[in-house]
Nanobody
């Protein structure tokens, strides 16, 4: 069983910053791609940023230039640095990891962490 433990959410004023982290528990699986998604109530979950095992990144247009995804493979951890936050960034943020074992790949979600941007 794989667990993804997220941390770093909270309340921040517009223009502020937050850093999210997501640590994957040690397991028999190896970690492949990792990503952050977010979801507002009543809306579909959307991709915010993704990073491959090799470090290639991809961002939603709405966060380009403001958010940075990174990972520490030695710690099985992915980060999301969020700067210049806007009220429309308010959502529950979910970590997602693709885990590999042999030829198989499996997707796992974190429990979510609330980010609220408000004055």
């Amino acid at each position: 069983q794989v667990q993804l433990v997220e941390a770093g959410g909270g309340l921040v004023q517009p223009g502020g910053s937050l850093r999210l982290s997501c640590a994957a528990s040690k397991s028999i699986f190896s970690i492949d791609d990792m990503a952050w998604y977010r979801q507002d109530p009543g809306k579909q979950r959307e991709l915010v940023a993704a990073i491959t095992i090799g470090g290639s990144t991809n961002y939603a247009d709405s966060v380009k230039g403001r958010f940075t995804i990174s990972r520490d493979n030695a710690k099985n951890t992915v980060y999301l640095q969020m700067n210049s936050l806007k009220p429309e960034d308010t959502a529950v943020y979910y970590c997602y990891a693709v885990m590999k074992r042999g030829p198989g790949k499996y997707g796992y979600w974190g429990q979510g962490t609330q980010v609220t941007v408000s004055s």
